[in-house]
T-cell receptor, first 112, second 110 residues
């Protein structure tokens, strides 16, 4: 099992550009999460999904959209990137039977 | 929402026990305490969780006080690879969100 994978690993965007981050898990987990981590800070929840076709807002959802069209994939979109969105983005997943989250390796995004 | 308070940093000598404290004085009766760690810039890794009783697994032990207002994560024989940021998290009643906070940066010294 690959666990949780994230694509891409690194990306540099100009202000106003758009992009999509892909999270994939092969553990058949129902729940998936997107977090951001800024330097020297803990993780903050952006959006999450409790199952295919459903999404919900987390702590810092503004400027982001998400989709969960397939159970194994959770996409995070930035429609118009801003420098304030420069961060490391982590995806995580878990089963409905446990609150142990499995994290991906992260995507380092820089918006100039 | 229950919040947690952790010291920002701690040192521990290699081979000694590392005791990481966490305060969660507003914890509710059905809220669990979770511990995760983040090594360098990797994704966080689950360590252990508990409700009332002390818990132990192959990585660590979790000691929760009787009033549940605080807990301690114990790494019995710290190694250099245990250098990481350790997060104490209280799971919300809804169960869907985790608040990680800023954690404790543990440095294991040779």
């Amino acid at each position: 099992n690959a666990g949780v994978t994230q694509t891409p690993k690194f990306r540099v965007l100009k202000t106003g550009q758009s992009m999509t981050l892909l999270c994939a898990q092969d553990m058949n987990h129902e729940y998936m999460y997107w977090y951001r981590q800024d330097p020297g800070m803990g993780l903050r929840l952006i959006h999450y999904s409790v199952g295919e076709g459903t999404t919900a807002k987390g702590e810092v959802p503004d400027g982001y959209n998400v989709s969960r069209l397939k159970k194994q994939n959770f996409l995070l979109g930035l429609e118009s990137a801003a420098p304030s969105q420069t961060s490391v983005y982590f995806c995580a997943s878990r089963t409905s039977a446990s609150y142990e989250q499995y994290f991906g390796p992260g995507t380092r995004l820089t918006v100039t | 929402d229950a919040k947690t308070t952790q010291p920002p940093s701690m040192d521990c000598a290699e081979g000694r026990a590392a005791n990481l404290p966490c305060n969660h004085s507003t914890i509710s009766g059905n809220e669990y305490v979770y511990w995760y760690r983040q090594i360098h810039s990797q994704g966080p890794q689950y360590i252990i969780h508990g409700l009332k009783n002390n818990e132990t697994n192959e990585m660590a032990s979790l000691i929760i006080t009787e009033d549940r207002k605080s807990s301690t994560l114990i790494l019995p024989h710290a190694t250099l690879r245990d250098t990481a940021v350790y997060y104490c998290i209280v799971r919300q009643n809804t169960g869907n969100q985790f608040y990680f906070g800023t954690g404790t940066s543990l440095t294991v010294i040779p």
